[in-house]
């Protein structure tokens, strides 16, 4: 069962009961947006099925309202920011922006942030990192509960520590506007949270995903919904294969959690560490080594972002003209059984965004008592 909202109706349902746990008016209507902006996208698992938690990550005080982020270092071309806990929506905004800024006039900016609350969507960062035309890399790592095994492991020890690359693609056609309907299969990455798009003439080639097979929050959707997952997805509190999503969203009969594996064996545990060691070390927030506390609900993400302007590397024409040959060379191909067009990363969501704005948004009715809960622990009341 499900029940289904219009954009702006959730939007404002969500900034009610974040206005009620602390946040302004401004807060919450960008951290509202950017969680609706996620369900729209196709990726609930980063939308308002994260309101819950981060209400709970404000109430035992891991999350911080109406903070913004802090330059720690600043030389231009490098700068340091810390988060301080502030809502990851708001202060990675900030923090792009400041970054963007800086690679508009030095042509390159390396920009690391530490200690945010969990920045939700890493692709909405490259995207706006791309409508400015500038190639925008991210590397991310999670400090919460540690839910994912490492190759040859038989237990949770890092996160899902996403990885982001956005590059700007002038010209380029969406899949969905070169075929009637949204394509069938699409072609993310086996990684989790597929690629993101906006735009159709002058969009973008958009690569995000999670370096576990699945993002945790498809786990807890997939749980919600009385939902199996894919073998190969999971191990249980014993370090046995699963298809129950539940071992990573609720302990289990001995009190312990299972684990979600890396994508692509040992070629995605290899990325998530680098994700831990330049998302966590590099930025100074830290990394994952220490026994979990499940009481803990607050999300701590670092993010080591790198922007570059083509058009200040002396190669802007090459690079348009080549890339969209790439491109046209990809999707002129063939197409496989069981798809409707060859796509890139960032044409599925589009195509999602453009039917869920007329179609509305689907809330599991778990995720929406769990919502109504939330607002409840902070003087709201939603219909039930």
């Known amino acids: 069962m499900q029940k289904t909202f219009q954009a702006p109706e959730l939007q404002a349902q969500v900034a009610t009961i974040l206005v009620a746990a602390g946040s302004s008016p401004e807060e919450a209507a960008t951290v509202a947006a950017n969680l609706v902006q996620a369900n729209l996208s196709g990726h609930d698992s980063h939308g308002v099925g994260m309101l819950p938690r981060y209400v709970d990550a404000v109430l035992e005080g891991g999350l911080k309202p109406n903070t913004s982020v802090r330059v720690v270092l600043d030389t231009g071309s490098l700068l340091t920011l810390d988060g301080q806990r502030g809502y990851g929506q708001v202060v990675g905004e900030q923090a792009m922006a400041l970054g963007i800024s800086r690679a508009q006039t030095h042509g390159s900016c390396i920009m690391t942030l530490g200690n945010a609350h969990h920045l939700g969507r890493i692709g909405h960062f490259a995207e706006m990192a791309v409508a400015q035309d500038l190639v925008s ?103 046995h294969p699963s298809t129950d999503p539940g071992v990573v969203v609720v302990p289990q009969s001995n009190g312990l959690f299972g684990a979600l594996l890396a994508f692509g064996e040992h070629k995605g545990y290899g990325l998530a560490v680098a994700c831990e060691l330049l998302g966590g070390a590099l930025t100074g927030g830290g990394t994952w080594h220490r026994p979990t506390d499940p009481a803990v609900r607050a999300v701590i993400n670092g993010m080591l972002t790198i922007l570059i302007d083509p058009a200040r590397l002396g190669t802007q024409a090459v690079f348009e003209q080549e890339a969209m040959a790439f491109v046209d060379w990809l999707t002129a191909g063939p197409v496989a059984p069981g798809f409707d067009a060859v796509q890139i990363a960032g044409d599925p969501e589009r195509a999602s965004r453009a039917q869920r704005a007329v179609d509305g948004i689907a809330v599991d009715l778990q995720t929406w008592q769990e919502i109504v809960a939330a607002g409840h622990r902070v003087g709201v009341t939603l219909p039930s």
């Open 137 to 239: 890399l991210h590397f991310v790592n999670v400090l919460s509960r540690p839910v994912v095994a490492p190759f040859g492991g038989a237990d949770g020890r890092y996160g899902t520590n996403p990885c982001c690359i956005g590059i700007p693609l002038k010209g380029h056609r969406v899949a969905s506007e070169r075929s009637e309907g949204p394509p069938r299969a699409s072609s993310a990455p086996p990684g989790g949270s597929e690629p993101h798009a906006v735009g159709s003439v002058g969009a973008h080639f958009l690569l995000d995903f999670a370096t576990s097979r699945v993002a945790q929050g498809k786990m807890r959707v997939a749980h919600n919904e009385g939902r199996r997952v894919e073998p190969g997805t999971l191990i249980d509190e014993y370090g």
